[in-house]
């Protein structure tokens, strides 16, 4: 995430303590993904695995970011 993402999400923490439980989860995704990534050869499985790890990111990554919308929209 960008800086000034993180920047929103300090700000927002307080009205909406669920962006703590989203925004850890993703930091464990990255790392998840990052270290498959390091790997370099995969197996099929891994790969799946890699894959649904990136979805599941950006599908925490939108809930972050439609929280943040609400919040600059009230």
């Known amino acids: 995430m960008d800086q000034r993402t993180l920047d929103l999400i300090d700000a927002a923490r307080k009205a909406h303590p669920e962006l703590e439980s989203l925004v850890s989860s993703h930091h464990e995704l990255d790392a998840q993904v990052s270290h498959l990534t390091e790997r370099g050869h ?33």
């Open 42 to 74: 995969l197996t099929p499985e891994e790969t799946l695995e890699l894959s649904r790890l990136k979805k599941e990111k950006l599908k925490i990554r939108d809930q972050i970011e439609d929280i943040l919308h609400q919040k600059a929209s009230a």
